[in-house]
């Protein structure tokens, strides 16, 4: 064989494996062309926070001072979220790891009292590969969660396996950002759908405001103008506005939590106030609805 149909001959594996690939992702990925949304509603925004705190950057073994700005997070950024979401009369749902619950066991209860979704986001940030394990820790986040706010958790951001998901009865998972719309992912053969509700990295607040990770490259350093945040989102939730469709905006306390973010976001929603038909639901309400209206088939 020469070279050249040596060549040929491995674009051909390469190409079959691609396809096999795109057929295994359209068996598992059940798209809704449109969702139904409850009478006047034209739009549902989800506000998420991700509760981290320093958790993520200790998992990532970064220095104090980083821990710090994730403890800002904790004892400031969270309790404005609240205070902000409590004036706008909206229900945030905020994806709270187990540990995050012994460390800020008032801002948590605080978050519940006023009726913002507590959702899992894994025992310590992180899904362990030992199946025994990752149950172990699912179980363990859901009880913290369970014992502070009187509800057992019903979605999770996570990576742990849907089946597993699916057996310790949660509805939703708000992870994978395959769509722009509320989708069913399941087993190639159709069995273990569960819902996403996707977000996408371009509405979530790290991406244009985490800054200075020590030793980090200059390009990944990322101090935005919070106003020109405000009008990439308020871009895209008129997008998604003019076609009936759904906004989940990932924010995290300590990063959110800043003074002028907040201001922003204040901005923000008083803007998608003023027009009709935005619905403010908890991710809970989303998955819930989207499951009784388009059942996975
Ligand atoms: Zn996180």
């Known amino acids: ?15 079959a ?8 992702y359209a068996a598992r990925h059940h798209r809704l062309a449109t969702i139904a949304w409850p009478a006047g509603v034209r739009i549902a925004v989800n506000f998420t ?45 905020i994806f709270t790891p187990g540990r995050i619950c012994e460390l800020y066991p008032q801002a948590v209860k605080a978050a519940a009292k006023s009726g913002h ?13 030992d199946p025994v394990l990752e149950r172990d820790h ?21 990576w742990h396996t849907r089946e597993l998901l699916i057996e310790e009865g949660f509805v939703y998972n708000s992870h994978d950002s395959a769509d722009a ?18 977000f996408h990295y371009a509405i979530d607040d790290a991406m244009f405001f985490s800054f200075a990770w020590l030793n980090s490259d200059n390009q990944a ?14 871009a895209a939730f008129q997008q998604q506005y003019a076609q ?11 990063v959110s939590g800043r003074a002028l973010r907040i201001a922003m976001l204040d901005r923000l929603i008083t803007r998608m106030k003023a027009l009709p038909g935005v619905w403010f639901p908890t991710c809970e309400q989303v998955a819930r609805h989207v499951v009784a209206a388009h059942p996975a088939s």
């Not at 064989?1 to 190409?15: A, G, I, K, Q």
């Not at 979704?117 to 590969?129: G, N, R, S, T």
């Not at 179980?139 to 951001?157: Q, Y």
């Not at 350093?221 to 308020?234: A, F, L, N």
């Open 1 to 15: 064989m020469d070279s050249s149909s040596e060549f040929t001959h491995e674009l051909d594996r390469d190409l």
């Open 181 to 198: 719309l509320p989708h069913y992912v399941s087993g190639a053969d159709g069995s273990g759908a569960l819902i996403n509700l996707p």
């Open 138 to 158: 699912l179980r363990k986040a859901k009880d913290a969660i369970e014992t502070l706010t009187g509800r057992r958790p019903v979605g999770t951001r996570s």
């Open 17 to 24: 494996a691609l396809e096999a690939k795109a057929a295994d």
């Open 221 to 234: 350093q990322r101090m935005m103008d919070p106003d020109h945040v405000e009008e990439i989102w308020w």
């Open 117 to 129: 979704e507590i959702a899992d986001h894994m025992w310590e940030h992180q899904v362990p590969k």
């Open 244 to 254: 009936g469709g759904y906004l989940n905006i990932c924010m995290h306390p300590f």
């Open 49 to 93: 926070a991700d509760f981290d705190a320093m958790l993520l950057r200790r998992v990532l073994n970064e220095p104090p001072q980083q821990l710090a700005k994730g403890e800002f997070g904790g004892r400031v950024g969270i309790w404005r979220l609240i205070e902000l979401f409590d004036s706008h009369a909206i229900k945030a749902t």
